[in-house]
């Protein structure tokens, strides 16, 4: 947990993270972790929706081709 901040804001008050309880510590460490998944799964999220886009895309196309003919 060596990567913690030095200070933390909780509800508006700041909080020196080297005073806190080791559990304290745990849980701003679970909080980073947290962020981070989140941080990659809206990354994915827009991953899939540009893919979508680019497939409904791809459709129109497909469309248009039996719609000429």
């Not at 030095?6 to 510590?25: R, Y």
């Not at 886009?53 to 196309?61: D, E, F, N, V």
């Amino acid at each position: 947990m060596s990567d913690l901040p030095k200070t933390i804001s909780i509800d508006g008050k700041n909080h020196a993270v080297e005073s806190l309880s080791d559990a304290a510590k745990k849980q701003i460490a679970n909080i980073r972790v947290v962020d981070q998944e989140l941080a990659r799964l809206e990354t994915l999220t827009a991953i899939a929706k540009t893919a979508k886009a680019a497939y409904s895309q791809a459709l129109r196309g497909e469309l248009q081709k039996v719609e000429v003919q």
